[in-house]
């Protein structure tokens, strides 16, 4: 079953660290996005990439990056963890393709809970 | 005023009651998104759509673009459907801006 992936589900970090969040998505899909959200927060959308070796920043002003090698994989780097940075970071996927809801669009994976002390 | 806004914020019900969660944007839009997020953080997209409505299950998502204004409905609730269901107005290709969301939860 194509899905996205996203590891690590949680992270507890020292500052000033150096941390990878990974995303890979089997889909073929094109868009792949990084949002953060606070605890009950809305989500807030913070890199994006239309396709390999394209990558935008999202509205979100962030200290991360990321890259675009492979169709398949949107990696997040956080180059030197604050506690700031605490927070849950979702990836998501989309195609212009539509299904019988249209809900296959767009895909999230579960998230990376990080936790910076 | 945020660009989407959802009504209510919090909605409490009994299993088997008619549910109706409401969704308010005020820029141009592409598309509409209801999305599902559950206690874990997981979300799931439920719908996307452009125009009229669109039923999947017990849910029912329509949009009436004239009036910027899309429901979800959810009809013979199960305390299973407490999550938080979100609208997100698609601008463009790419932007997405979110509701605040709706906490839904079905007492048995």
């Known amino acids: 079953e194509a899905d996205i992936y996203q590891t690590p589900r949680y992270l507890v970090i020292g500052t000033g660290k150096k941390i990878t969040l990974e995303c890979s998505q089997t889909m073929g899909h094109d868009k792949m996005y990084w949002y953060q959200q606070d605890p009950g927060m809305e989500l807030h959308l913070i890199h994006y990439s239309y396709g390999v070796n394209s990558t935008e920043k999202g509205d979100l002003s962030s200290e991360s990056t990321v890259s675009r090698i492979r169709t398949e994989h949107f990696p997040l780097t956080l180059e030197s963890a604050r506690p700031s940075h605490t927070s849950q970071y979702l990836c998501?996927?989309?195609?212009?393709?539509?299904?019988?809801?249209?809900?296959?669009?767009?895909?999230f994976g579960a998230g990376s809970r990080l936790t910076v002390l | 005023k945020n660009e989407v806004e959802q009504s209510p914020q919090n909605l409490t019900a009994q299993e088997g009651e008619f549910i109706t969660i409401n969704c308010s944007y005020s820029?141009?839009?592409?598309?509409l998104h209801w999305l599902q997020q559950h206690p874990g953080g997981g979300i799931v997209s439920l719908f996307m759509l452009s125009s009229g409505k669109k039923k999947h299950g017990r849910l029912i998502a329509t949009i009436n673009i004239q009036e910027k204004h899309s429901s979800l409905h959810i009809t013979a609730s199960h305390p299973r459907d407490s999550a938080v269901y979100i609208c997100?107005?698609?601008?463009?290709?790419?932007?997405?801006?979110f509701g605040q969301g709706t906490r839904l939860t079905i007492n048995p």
């Open positions: 998501a996927s989309s195609s212009l393709s539509t299904g019988v809801t249209g809900a296959n669009v767009l895909t």
């Open positions: 997100a107005a698609r601008q463009g290709a790419q932007k997405l801006v």
């Open positions: 820029v141009g839009i592409s598309a």
